[in-house]
Protein backbone atom coordinates (compact mmCIF):
# COMPACT_ATOMS: atom_id res chain seq x y z
CA UNK A 1 0.00 0.00 0.00
CA UNK A 2 1.04 3.61 -0.54
CA UNK A 3 1.14 5.91 2.09
CA UNK A 4 -0.22 9.44 1.06
CA UNK A 5 0.77 12.38 3.07
CA UNK A 6 -1.94 14.77 1.35
CA UNK A 7 -4.52 11.80 1.92
CA UNK A 8 -3.33 11.66 5.30
CA UNK A 9 -3.44 15.58 6.21
CA UNK A 10 -6.89 16.61 3.97
CA UNK A 11 -8.90 13.27 2.87
CA UNK A 12 -8.12 10.96 6.61
CA UNK A 13 -11.54 9.33 6.02
CA UNK A 14 -10.76 8.16 2.88
CA UNK A 15 -7.06 7.40 3.87
CA UNK A 16 -7.82 5.30 6.52
CA UNK A 17 -10.42 3.12 4.61
CA UNK A 18 -7.58 1.62 2.49
CA UNK A 19 -4.90 1.95 5.43
CA UNK A 20 -6.81 0.11 7.86
CA UNK A 21 -7.98 -2.17 5.27
CA UNK A 22 -4.64 -4.03 5.26
CA UNK A 23 -2.94 -5.43 8.10
CA UNK A 24 -1.65 -3.44 10.87
CA UNK A 25 1.59 -2.26 10.26
CA UNK A 26 3.67 0.48 12.81
CA UNK A 27 6.22 0.63 10.54
CA UNK A 28 5.15 3.99 8.46
CA UNK A 29 3.62 5.71 12.07
CA UNK A 30 6.13 5.03 13.77
CA UNK A 31 8.72 6.97 10.83
CA UNK A 32 6.14 9.59 11.88
CA UNK A 33 6.71 9.93 15.59
CA UNK A 34 10.41 9.21 14.64
CA UNK A 35 10.94 12.37 12.60
CA UNK A 36 8.35 13.95 15.36
CA UNK A 37 10.80 12.88 17.62
CA UNK A 38 14.15 14.35 16.35
CA UNK A 39 12.80 17.73 15.61
CA UNK A 40 11.83 17.52 19.08
CA UNK A 41 14.96 17.04 19.88
CA UNK A 42 16.33 19.44 18.00
CA UNK A 43 14.39 21.80 20.01
CA UNK A 44 14.90 20.33 23.27
CA UNK A 45 18.80 20.72 22.22
CA UNK A 46 17.75 24.91 21.57
CA UNK A 47 15.60 25.22 25.21
CA UNK A 48 18.10 23.17 27.10
CA UNK A 49 21.12 25.22 25.92
CA UNK A 50 19.69 28.24 27.65
CA UNK A 51 18.32 26.18 30.51
CA UNK A 52 22.45 24.78 30.56
CA UNK A 53 23.64 28.15 30.34
CA UNK A 54 21.56 28.92 33.42
CA UNK A 55 23.09 26.24 35.34
CA UNK A 56 26.36 26.09 34.28
CA UNK A 57 27.44 28.07 37.36
CA UNK A 58 25.89 25.58 40.07
CA UNK A 59 27.93 22.50 39.64
CA UNK A 60 31.12 21.62 37.22
CA UNK A 61 29.00 19.14 34.31
CA UNK A 62 25.82 20.48 35.27
CA UNK A 63 25.08 22.20 31.78
CA UNK A 64 25.89 19.07 29.98
CA UNK A 65 23.78 16.64 31.84
CA UNK A 66 20.76 18.89 31.42
CA UNK A 67 21.33 19.36 27.61
CA UNK A 68 21.32 15.64 27.03
CA UNK A 69 18.52 15.21 29.72
CA UNK A 70 16.89 18.00 26.80
CA UNK A 71 17.33 16.12 24.04
CA UNK A 72 16.85 12.61 25.35
CA UNK A 73 14.17 13.68 27.09
CA UNK A 74 12.43 15.20 23.81
CA UNK A 75 13.42 12.12 21.58
CA UNK A 76 11.92 9.59 23.75
CA UNK A 77 8.79 11.60 25.36
CA UNK A 78 7.48 11.89 21.66
CA UNK A 79 7.59 7.77 21.59
CA UNK A 80 6.31 8.29 25.26
CA UNK A 81 3.41 10.80 24.06
CA UNK A 82 2.38 8.31 21.41
CA UNK A 83 1.48 5.14 23.89
CA UNK A 84 -0.23 7.08 25.90
CA UNK A 85 -2.36 9.12 23.48
CA UNK A 86 -3.25 5.50 22.18
CA UNK A 87 -3.76 4.31 25.23
CA UNK A 88 -6.38 6.97 26.03
CA UNK A 89 -8.42 6.21 23.19
CA UNK A 90 -8.31 2.86 23.92
CA UNK A 91 -9.90 2.97 26.82
CA UNK A 92 -12.32 5.61 26.47
CA UNK A 93 -13.57 3.43 23.39
CA UNK A 94 -14.13 0.80 25.37
CA UNK A 95 -16.75 2.78 27.19
CA UNK A 96 -18.66 2.47 23.22
CA UNK A 97 -17.74 -1.03 23.04
CA UNK A 98 -14.72 -0.32 20.82
CA UNK A 99 -13.53 -4.09 18.99
CA UNK A 100 -10.26 -3.06 17.50
CA UNK A 101 -6.97 -3.77 18.76
CA UNK A 102 -4.38 -1.76 20.44
CA UNK A 103 -1.52 -1.73 17.97
CA UNK A 104 -4.30 -0.62 15.53
CA UNK A 105 -4.99 2.40 17.97
CA UNK A 106 -0.91 2.98 17.88
CA UNK A 107 -1.06 3.10 13.94
CA UNK A 108 -3.91 5.79 14.12
CA UNK A 109 -2.73 7.91 15.92
CA UNK A 110 1.05 7.32 14.55
CA UNK A 111 -0.37 8.54 11.23
CA UNK A 112 -2.22 11.20 13.29
CA UNK A 113 0.91 12.53 14.37
CA UNK A 114 2.04 13.88 10.85
CA UNK A 115 0.42 17.38 11.61
CA UNK A 116 2.04 17.80 14.71
CA UNK A 117 5.42 16.92 12.92
CA UNK A 118 4.21 20.16 10.67
CA UNK A 119 3.74 22.21 14.02
CA UNK A 120 7.03 21.08 15.41
CA UNK A 121 9.00 22.51 12.39
CA UNK A 122 7.41 25.93 13.03
CA UNK A 123 7.91 25.79 16.33
CA UNK A 124 11.07 25.34 15.75
CA UNK A 125 12.25 27.82 13.31
CA UNK A 126 10.36 30.21 15.68
CA UNK A 127 12.65 29.30 18.36
CA UNK A 128 15.66 29.77 16.74
CA UNK A 129 14.26 33.11 15.91
CA UNK A 130 13.24 34.47 19.56
CA UNK A 131 16.05 31.87 21.80
CA UNK A 132 19.12 33.83 21.09
CA UNK A 133 16.80 37.49 22.51
CA UNK A 134 16.13 35.75 25.86
CA UNK A 135 17.65 36.44 28.61
CA UNK A 136 19.08 33.77 31.27
CA UNK A 137 19.78 34.62 34.48
CA UNK A 138 22.70 32.63 35.66
CA UNK A 139 22.70 30.52 38.72
CA UNK A 140 25.93 30.30 41.17
CA UNK A 141 26.91 27.74 43.55
CA UNK A 142 25.36 28.77 46.36
CA UNK A 143 22.07 28.49 44.59
CA UNK A 144 22.15 24.53 45.17
CA UNK A 145 21.18 25.50 49.26
CA UNK A 146 18.93 28.38 48.07
CA UNK A 147 15.69 26.45 46.18
CA UNK A 148 13.82 30.27 46.13
CA UNK A 149 17.18 31.03 44.15
CA UNK A 150 16.53 28.74 41.65
CA UNK A 151 12.91 29.61 41.10
CA UNK A 152 13.41 33.05 41.31
CA UNK A 153 15.69 32.36 38.14
CA UNK A 154 13.39 30.02 35.96
CA UNK A 155 10.64 32.70 36.79
CA UNK A 156 12.80 35.64 35.28
CA UNK A 157 13.77 33.16 32.65
CA UNK A 158 10.33 32.22 31.37
CA UNK A 159 9.02 35.78 31.91
CA UNK A 160 11.96 37.05 30.11
CA UNK A 161 9.81 39.02 27.18
CA UNK A 162 11.37 36.85 23.90
CA UNK A 163 10.38 33.70 25.64
CA UNK A 164 6.78 34.81 26.72
CA UNK A 165 6.32 35.76 22.88
CA UNK A 166 8.08 32.29 22.45
CA UNK A 167 6.07 30.77 24.14
CA UNK A 168 2.67 31.90 23.02
CA UNK A 169 3.38 31.26 19.17
CA UNK A 170 4.49 27.53 20.19
CA UNK A 171 1.18 27.20 22.23
CA UNK A 172 -1.03 28.33 19.56
CA UNK A 173 1.28 26.56 16.87
CA UNK A 174 0.45 23.53 19.18
CA UNK A 175 -2.88 24.00 19.44
CA UNK A 176 -3.82 24.34 16.04
CA UNK A 177 -1.90 21.29 14.87
CA UNK A 178 -3.24 19.01 17.91
CA UNK A 179 -6.99 19.66 16.57
CA UNK A 180 -5.54 18.63 13.47
CA UNK A 181 -4.59 15.63 14.36
CA UNK A 182 -7.47 14.94 16.09
CA UNK A 183 -9.44 15.78 13.44
CA UNK A 184 -7.18 12.89 11.88
CA UNK A 185 -7.46 10.40 14.63
CA UNK A 186 -11.51 11.06 15.23
CA UNK A 187 -11.82 9.34 11.43
CA UNK A 188 -8.87 6.72 11.96
CA UNK A 189 -10.36 5.53 15.71
CA UNK A 190 -13.72 5.04 14.58
CA UNK A 191 -12.14 2.82 12.27
CA UNK A 192 -9.66 0.96 13.91
CA UNK A 193 -12.26 0.25 17.24
CA UNK A 194 -15.46 0.00 14.62
CA UNK A 195 -17.29 2.53 16.39
CA UNK A 196 -19.69 5.53 15.54
CA UNK A 197 -18.33 8.46 14.40
CA UNK A 198 -19.57 10.15 16.82
CA UNK A 199 -18.31 7.98 19.28
CA UNK A 200 -14.64 8.74 18.07
CA UNK A 201 -15.30 12.47 18.07
CA UNK A 202 -16.10 11.94 21.87
CA UNK A 203 -13.23 9.29 22.47
CA UNK A 204 -10.44 11.42 20.76
CA UNK A 205 -12.45 14.93 21.25
CA UNK A 206 -12.62 15.14 25.43
CA UNK A 207 -8.89 14.44 26.17
CA UNK A 208 -7.62 16.29 23.52
CA UNK A 209 -10.04 19.65 24.17
CA UNK A 210 -9.14 19.07 27.76
CA UNK A 211 -5.38 19.44 26.57
CA UNK A 212 -5.85 22.26 24.82
CA UNK A 213 -7.47 23.89 27.64
CA UNK A 214 -4.45 22.84 29.36
CA UNK A 215 -2.24 24.71 27.33
CA UNK A 216 -4.80 27.67 26.95
CA UNK A 217 -4.64 27.62 31.13
CA UNK A 218 -0.76 27.83 30.85
CA UNK A 219 -0.87 30.52 28.45
CA UNK A 220 -2.83 32.61 31.59
CA UNK A 221 -0.20 31.42 33.76
CA UNK A 222 3.04 33.17 32.07
CA UNK B 1 133.69 126.99 69.56
CA UNK B 2 130.87 129.06 68.51
CA UNK B 3 128.30 130.07 70.73
CA UNK B 4 124.56 129.78 69.05
CA UNK B 5 122.81 133.08 68.34
CA UNK B 6 120.19 134.40 70.24
CA UNK B 7 118.15 134.91 67.80
CA UNK B 8 118.31 131.08 66.83
CA UNK B 9 117.17 129.90 70.56
CA UNK B 10 114.47 131.65 70.62
CA UNK B 11 113.08 130.30 67.41
CA UNK B 12 114.01 126.89 68.99
CA UNK B 13 111.77 127.57 71.42
CA UNK B 14 109.14 129.04 69.53
CA UNK B 15 109.09 125.28 67.40
CA UNK B 16 109.04 123.61 70.32
CA UNK B 17 106.28 125.65 71.79
CA UNK B 18 104.20 125.03 68.72
CA UNK B 19 104.21 121.60 68.60
CA UNK B 20 103.58 121.21 72.45
CA UNK B 21 100.84 123.91 73.23
CA UNK B 22 98.08 122.68 71.07
CA UNK B 23 98.20 119.20 72.98
CA UNK B 24 98.00 121.17 76.76
CA UNK B 25 94.83 122.07 77.83
CA UNK B 26 94.16 125.63 77.75
CA UNK B 27 91.58 125.27 81.20
CA UNK B 28 89.69 128.35 81.50
CA UNK B 29 86.27 129.32 83.07
CA UNK B 30 84.77 129.72 79.63
CA UNK B 31 85.98 126.62 78.29
CA UNK B 32 84.81 124.28 81.17
CA UNK B 33 81.56 126.24 81.23
CA UNK B 34 81.16 125.04 77.43
CA UNK B 35 81.94 121.90 77.75
CA UNK B 36 79.31 121.90 80.86
CA UNK B 37 76.93 122.22 77.92
CA UNK B 38 78.49 119.10 75.74
CA UNK B 39 76.18 116.07 76.40
CA UNK B 40 75.21 112.67 75.05
CA UNK B 41 72.17 113.10 73.49
CA UNK B 42 71.21 109.62 72.34
CA UNK B 43 72.67 105.80 73.07
CA UNK B 44 71.71 103.30 70.74
CA UNK B 45 72.36 99.49 70.87
CA UNK B 46 72.13 97.30 67.87
CA UNK B 47 70.55 94.75 69.08
CA UNK B 48 68.40 96.71 71.83
CA UNK B 49 68.27 93.57 73.76
CA UNK B 50 71.51 90.89 73.89
CA UNK B 51 71.57 87.15 73.66
CA UNK B 52 74.70 85.83 75.55
CA UNK B 53 76.87 86.04 73.11
CA UNK B 54 75.57 88.24 70.74
CA UNK B 55 78.01 90.44 69.05
CA UNK B 56 76.39 93.91 68.32
CA UNK B 57 77.27 98.02 68.37
CA UNK B 58 76.35 100.53 70.76
CA UNK B 59 76.54 104.11 69.62
CA UNK B 60 76.66 107.37 71.82
CA UNK B 61 75.82 110.57 70.08
CA UNK B 62 77.25 113.52 71.72
CA UNK B 63 75.61 117.22 71.18
CA UNK B 64 77.44 120.56 71.74
CA UNK B 65 74.65 122.25 73.46
CA UNK B 66 76.66 125.86 73.33
CA UNK B 67 75.37 128.13 70.60
CA UNK B 68 78.27 129.84 70.09
CA UNK B 69 81.17 128.12 71.16
CA UNK B 70 82.78 124.47 69.65
CA UNK B 71 84.38 121.90 71.76
CA UNK B 72 87.35 120.02 70.95
CA UNK B 73 86.82 116.47 72.28
CA UNK B 74 89.43 113.36 72.19
CA UNK B 75 89.95 109.67 73.33
CA UNK B 76 86.53 108.75 73.81
CA UNK B 77 86.18 104.87 75.25
CA UNK B 78 83.75 102.40 76.83
CA UNK B 79 83.88 100.50 79.66
CA UNK B 80 81.94 98.07 81.68
CA UNK B 81 83.65 96.98 84.96
CA UNK B 82 82.90 93.39 85.26
CA UNK B 83 83.73 92.84 81.47
CA UNK B 84 80.11 91.27 81.05
CA UNK B 85 80.41 93.84 77.69
CA UNK B 86 83.34 93.72 76.24
CA UNK B 87 84.59 96.30 73.57
CA UNK B 88 85.83 94.39 70.29
CA UNK B 89 86.48 97.89 68.32
CA UNK B 90 85.97 101.65 68.13
CA UNK B 91 88.01 103.01 70.44
CA UNK B 92 88.28 106.60 69.26
CA UNK B 93 91.57 108.52 69.97
CA UNK B 94 91.93 110.86 67.55
CA UNK B 95 91.04 114.78 68.78
CA UNK B 96 87.41 116.26 66.68
CA UNK B 97 85.74 119.35 67.17
CA UNK B 98 82.07 119.74 67.76
CA UNK B 99 81.15 122.63 66.36
CA UNK B 100 77.93 124.78 68.66
CA UNK B 101 74.64 123.24 68.00
CA UNK B 102 76.25 120.20 65.95
CA UNK B 103 76.46 116.41 67.35
CA UNK B 104 79.62 114.15 67.30
CA UNK B 105 79.03 110.04 67.02
CA UNK B 106 81.27 107.53 68.79
CA UNK B 107 80.24 103.78 68.05
CA UNK B 108 81.39 100.55 69.70
CA UNK B 109 81.62 97.04 68.38
CA UNK B 110 81.05 95.04 72.02
CA UNK B 111 79.82 91.51 72.62
CA UNK B 112 77.59 90.57 75.51
CA UNK B 113 79.51 87.78 77.94
CA UNK B 114 77.78 88.08 80.62
CA UNK B 115 74.49 86.51 82.01
CA UNK B 116 71.08 87.28 81.99
CA UNK B 117 70.29 90.61 83.47
CA UNK B 118 70.67 94.54 83.04
CA UNK B 119 74.39 96.10 82.42
CA UNK B 120 75.35 99.64 82.43
CA UNK B 121 78.42 100.14 80.34
CA UNK B 122 80.38 103.82 80.51
CA UNK B 123 81.09 105.60 77.81
CA UNK B 124 83.64 108.37 78.62
CA UNK B 125 84.88 111.42 76.38
CA UNK B 126 87.82 113.55 76.74
CA UNK B 127 87.86 117.21 76.25
CA UNK B 128 90.98 119.09 75.17
CA UNK B 129 89.99 122.19 77.32
CA UNK B 130 88.27 120.40 80.01
CA UNK B 131 87.37 117.45 82.31
CA UNK B 132 85.77 114.14 80.84
CA UNK B 133 82.33 113.46 80.11
CA UNK B 134 80.66 109.89 81.65
CA UNK B 135 77.52 108.40 80.76
CA UNK B 136 75.95 104.91 82.18
CA UNK B 137 73.15 103.90 79.44
CA UNK B 138 71.72 100.09 80.44
CA UNK B 139 71.74 97.11 78.20
CA UNK B 140 69.88 94.04 78.66
CA UNK B 141 71.04 90.53 77.79
CA UNK B 142 68.17 88.33 77.74
CA UNK B 143 68.54 84.82 76.41
CA UNK B 144 64.48 83.94 76.08
CA UNK B 145 63.84 83.09 72.36
CA UNK B 146 60.85 83.11 69.77
CA UNK B 147 58.24 81.21 70.79
CA UNK B 148 57.10 78.64 67.94
CA UNK B 149 53.63 77.33 69.04
CA UNK B 150 51.37 74.90 67.11
CA UNK B 151 47.98 76.37 66.79
CA UNK B 152 45.70 73.70 64.85
CA UNK B 153 47.11 70.33 63.06
CA UNK B 154 45.09 67.48 62.11
CA UNK B 155 44.58 64.38 64.26
CA UNK B 156 46.09 61.74 62.24
CA UNK B 157 47.93 61.97 58.98
CA UNK B 158 47.11 59.72 56.06
CA UNK B 159 49.91 58.13 53.57
CA UNK B 160 51.01 61.13 50.71
CA UNK B 161 47.60 62.86 51.45
CA UNK B 162 48.44 66.57 52.18
CA UNK B 163 47.28 68.15 55.18
CA UNK B 164 47.83 71.95 56.55
CA UNK B 165 50.13 72.27 59.73
CA UNK B 166 48.74 75.80 61.44
CA UNK B 167 51.38 77.61 63.53
CA UNK B 168 52.14 80.64 65.49
CA UNK B 169 56.05 82.73 66.02
CA UNK B 170 55.38 84.85 68.78
CA UNK B 171 58.16 87.73 70.00
CA UNK B 172 58.23 87.73 73.60
CA UNK B 173 61.30 89.63 74.13
CA UNK B 174 61.59 93.75 74.09
CA UNK B 175 63.10 93.84 70.96
CA UNK B 176 62.16 93.04 67.54
CA UNK B 177 64.47 90.46 65.44
CA UNK B 178 64.59 90.10 61.75
CA UNK B 179 64.90 87.86 58.78
CA UNK B 180 62.68 85.19 60.46
CA UNK B 181 62.08 82.01 58.26
CA UNK B 182 60.69 78.68 58.95
CA UNK B 183 62.66 75.41 58.07
CA UNK B 184 60.90 72.19 57.81
CA UNK B 185 62.19 68.76 57.08
CA UNK B 186 61.35 65.06 57.68
CA UNK B 187 62.43 61.64 56.23
CA UNK B 188 59.46 60.76 53.32
CA UNK B 189 57.68 64.15 54.08
CA UNK B 190 57.42 66.48 51.51
CA UNK B 191 56.12 70.23 52.31
CA UNK B 192 54.43 73.19 50.59
CA UNK B 193 55.66 75.44 50.81
CA UNK B 194 59.43 74.18 51.10
CA UNK B 195 60.15 77.53 53.83
CA UNK B 196 58.31 79.87 55.13
CA UNK B 197 59.81 83.65 55.41
CA UNK B 198 58.18 85.71 57.98
CA UNK B 199 60.54 88.41 57.79
CA UNK B 200 60.68 90.89 61.09
CA UNK B 201 58.84 90.01 64.20
CA UNK B 202 58.40 92.98 66.77
CA UNK B 203 58.30 92.56 70.19
CA UNK B 204 55.03 91.44 71.70
CA UNK B 205 54.43 90.25 67.87
CA UNK B 206 52.36 86.92 67.01
CA UNK B 207 52.51 85.85 63.17
CA UNK B 208 50.46 83.03 61.48
CA UNK B 209 52.52 80.39 59.43
CA UNK B 210 50.58 77.45 57.71
CA UNK B 211 52.12 74.94 55.84
CA UNK B 212 51.24 71.59 54.53
CA UNK B 213 52.62 68.29 54.71
CA UNK B 214 52.10 65.08 52.55
CA UNK B 215 54.13 62.41 54.52
CA UNK B 216 54.88 59.16 52.65
CA UNK B 217 55.88 57.35 55.75
CA UNK B 218 55.65 58.14 59.55
CA UNK B 219 58.18 59.97 60.55
CA UNK B 220 58.70 63.25 62.66
CA UNK B 221 59.09 66.87 61.56
CA UNK B 222 61.86 68.68 62.31
CA UNK B 223 60.65 72.76 62.51
CA UNK B 224 63.42 75.39 62.79
CA UNK B 225 62.56 79.09 63.10
CA UNK B 226 65.67 81.01 62.12
CA UNK B 227 66.10 84.53 63.07
CA UNK B 228 68.45 87.02 63.61
CA UNK B 229 69.07 89.42 66.59
CA UNK B 230 70.82 92.15 64.86
CA UNK B 231 73.17 90.40 63.06
CA UNK B 232 73.44 87.23 65.29
CA UNK B 233 71.64 83.95 63.88
CA UNK B 234 69.21 82.48 66.30
CA UNK B 235 66.89 79.43 66.00
CA UNK B 236 64.53 77.54 67.50
CA UNK B 237 63.11 73.88 66.92
CA UNK B 238 60.20 71.65 67.62
CA UNK B 239 59.58 68.22 66.81
CA UNK B 240 56.00 67.34 65.13
CA UNK B 241 54.84 63.30 64.92
CA UNK B 242 53.45 61.92 61.91
CA UNK B 243 51.35 59.47 63.18
CA UNK B 244 49.43 57.69 60.51
CA UNK B 245 45.54 56.81 61.95
CA UNK B 246 42.51 57.16 60.26
CA UNK B 247 41.39 60.97 59.32
CA UNK B 248 38.32 61.79 61.32
CA UNK B 249 37.40 64.52 58.81
CA UNK B 250 37.85 62.69 55.33
CA UNK B 251 35.31 62.03 53.15
CA UNK B 252 33.68 58.63 53.43
CA UNK B 253 31.68 57.70 50.78
CA UNK B 254 29.58 54.56 51.25
CA UNK B 255 28.27 52.01 48.94
CA UNK B 256 24.88 51.45 49.77
CA UNK B 257 21.09 49.90 48.15
CA UNK B 258 23.03 47.67 45.79
CA UNK B 259 20.66 45.73 43.42
CA UNK B 260 22.38 43.11 41.21
CA UNK B 261 20.55 42.18 38.07
CA UNK B 262 21.57 39.81 35.10
CA UNK B 263 20.33 41.09 31.66
CA UNK B 264 21.15 38.50 28.74
CA UNK B 265 24.51 37.22 30.74
CA UNK B 266 25.70 41.19 31.41
CA UNK B 267 25.70 42.16 35.72
CA UNK B 268 24.08 45.33 36.11
CA UNK B 269 25.03 46.38 39.50
CA UNK B 270 23.02 49.36 40.30
CA UNK B 271 23.38 51.73 43.87
CA UNK B 272 24.04 54.84 45.71
CA UNK B 273 26.94 55.84 47.15
CA UNK B 274 26.66 58.49 50.29
CA UNK B 275 28.97 60.58 51.97
CA UNK B 276 29.61 59.54 55.24
CA UNK B 277 32.47 62.16 56.02
CA UNK B 278 32.74 65.80 56.73
CA UNK B 279 34.95 66.74 53.33
CA UNK B 280 33.94 66.67 50.27
CA UNK B 281 34.77 63.25 48.04
CA UNK B 282 35.02 64.78 44.14
CA UNK B 283 35.27 62.74 41.05
CA UNK B 284 34.07 60.03 43.05
CA UNK B 285 34.18 56.55 40.28
CA UNK B 286 32.33 53.21 40.80
CA UNK B 287 33.78 50.04 38.49
CA UNK B 288 34.24 46.39 38.70
CA UNK B 289 37.44 44.65 39.33
CA UNK B 290 38.91 40.82 37.95
CA UNK B 291 37.53 38.75 37.96
CA UNK B 292 34.48 40.74 36.45
CA UNK B 293 34.80 42.13 33.19
CA UNK B 294 33.62 45.89 32.69
CA UNK B 295 30.92 45.84 29.76
CA UNK B 296 29.48 48.42 27.86
CA UNK B 297 27.43 50.97 28.70
CA UNK B 298 28.51 51.08 31.84
CA UNK B 299 32.31 50.33 32.49
CA UNK B 300 32.68 53.07 34.78
CA UNK B 301 30.15 55.28 36.02
CA UNK B 302 30.91 58.90 37.20
CA UNK B 303 28.99 59.59 40.46
CA UNK B 304 31.01 63.34 40.47
CA UNK B 305 31.43 65.35 43.53
CA UNK B 306 29.42 64.70 47.20
CA UNK B 307 29.53 66.81 49.64
CA UNK B 308 29.26 65.66 53.37
CA UNK B 309 25.75 63.83 53.62
CA UNK B 310 25.23 64.21 50.24
CA UNK B 311 24.12 60.84 48.08
CA UNK B 312 24.16 60.07 44.17
CA UNK B 313 23.52 56.75 42.37
CA UNK B 314 25.64 54.77 39.99
CA UNK B 315 25.10 51.85 37.31
CA UNK B 316 28.07 49.61 36.22
CA UNK B 317 27.59 46.31 33.88
CA UNK B 318 30.32 44.07 33.65
CA UNK B 319 29.96 40.05 32.84
CA UNK B 320 31.60 37.76 35.60
CA UNK B 321 31.88 33.92 35.39
CA UNK B 322 32.19 30.89 38.20
CA UNK B 323 32.53 33.53 40.69
CA UNK B 324 29.64 34.30 43.20
CA UNK B 325 31.47 37.43 44.15
CA UNK B 326 32.72 40.69 42.44
CA UNK B 327 34.51 43.29 43.99
CA UNK B 328 33.05 46.84 43.19
CA UNK B 329 35.96 49.73 43.75
CA UNK B 330 34.82 52.90 44.93
CA UNK B 331 37.28 56.25 44.40
CA UNK B 332 37.43 59.28 44.99
CA UNK B 333 39.63 62.71 45.31
CA UNK B 334 40.12 64.96 47.92
CA UNK B 335 40.81 68.76 47.69
CA UNK B 336 44.03 68.07 46.92
CA UNK B 337 43.67 65.94 44.13
CA UNK B 338 44.68 62.87 46.32
CA UNK B 339 42.95 59.39 45.27
CA UNK B 340 41.61 56.96 47.66
CA UNK B 341 39.86 53.33 46.60
CA UNK B 342 37.71 51.17 48.99
CA UNK B 343 36.92 47.71 47.44
CA UNK B 344 33.35 46.26 48.47
CA UNK B 345 32.45 43.28 47.36
CA UNK B 346 29.28 42.86 45.77
CA UNK B 347 27.04 39.13 45.84
CA UNK B 348 26.18 37.80 42.05
CA UNK B 349 24.24 34.80 43.23
CA UNK B 350 20.89 34.02 42.25
CA UNK B 351 19.25 35.18 44.94
CA UNK B 352 19.91 38.61 43.74
CA UNK B 353 18.05 38.44 40.17
CA UNK B 354 15.59 40.65 39.91
CA UNK B 355 12.24 39.47 38.49
CA UNK B 356 11.47 42.29 35.74
CA UNK B 357 9.38 44.57 37.13
CA UNK B 358 6.31 44.26 35.39
CA UNK B 359 6.69 40.44 34.35
CA UNK B 360 3.65 37.99 34.51
CA UNK B 361 1.53 40.89 34.83
CA UNK B 362 -1.91 40.64 33.15
CA UNK B 363 -3.07 37.89 31.22
CA UNK B 364 -2.35 37.24 27.45
CA UNK B 365 -5.86 38.09 26.60
CA UNK B 366 -5.01 37.89 22.54
CA UNK B 367 -3.15 34.22 22.58
CA UNK B 368 -5.82 32.74 25.09
CA UNK B 369 -8.36 34.59 22.75
CA UNK B 370 -7.25 32.73 19.93
CA UNK B 371 -6.88 29.82 21.19
CA UNK B 372 -10.33 29.47 22.85
CA UNK B 373 -11.83 30.78 19.46
CA UNK B 374 -9.79 27.68 17.65
CA UNK B 375 -11.36 25.14 20.39
CA UNK B 376 -14.63 26.39 19.97
CA UNK B 377 -14.43 25.84 15.94
CA UNK B 378 -12.70 22.62 16.37
CA UNK B 379 -15.67 21.50 18.52
CA UNK B 380 -18.59 23.83 16.43
CA UNK B 381 -17.18 22.22 12.91
CA UNK B 382 -17.32 18.69 14.33
CA UNK B 383 -20.99 18.88 16.04
CA UNK B 384 -21.88 20.36 12.78
CA UNK B 385 -20.36 17.81 10.91
CA UNK B 386 -21.71 15.16 12.73
CA UNK B 387 -24.99 16.47 12.22
CA UNK B 388 -24.96 16.76 8.50
CA UNK B 389 -23.54 13.10 9.04
CA UNK B 390 -26.11 12.22 11.04
CA UNK B 391 -28.44 12.85 8.34
Known amino acids: MSISI ?5 RPEAFFDNALAEKENLTVPALIILLGSIVAAIYGYLMGGLSAKMMAGMMPGMDSIILISAVA ?8 FWIIVAAVFYLISLAFKGQGSFSRVMEVVGYGYLPQVLGSLITLIAA ?23 EAAMKTFMHDPAMVELTQITTLVAIVFMLWSAHIWIFGIKKARNISMRDSAICVGIPIVLYVLYLIHNLGAL | ?32 VAAGKVYVSNTTYDPAVFFT ?20 VNHATLSEPNQKFRILDGTHQNSAQIGPGKSQTFTFTVIAEGSEGFYYPTFSLGFRDANSLFSKQMVQIDNTPLLLT ?28 KNAYLEMT ?12 IGEVAAGAKIPVNFSVAPGQETTLHLTLHYDNGDNPHSVTMDLPIIFGPDKKAASPIMSNVQVENLGGVWHVTGDVNNGGLETANTVLVTSLSPAVPEDPYKVYVVGALKPDDFGSFEITFSAENTETVPIR ?16 VKISATSINVPAGAGGGLPIVPMAAGLVIVVLFIGGWVYYLKRYKK
Do not use: C, H, W
Open chain 1, 128 to 150: IEYLPKVTVPILTKSALDNPEAI
Open chain 2, 53 to 72: GDTGTVTYTVSNGNTDLGVV
Open chain 2, 186 to 197: GDGASFTPTQVF
Open chain 2, 330 to 345: LSYKDADGNVYETVQD
Open chain 1, 73 to 80: GAFVGTFI
Open chain 2, 150 to 177: VIDKPDAFTKDKKKMIYLQVANPRKNSV
Open chain 1, 6 to 10: PDILI
Open chain 2, 1 to 32: MQKPAFSSILIGLLLVAGLVLPALAYETPESI
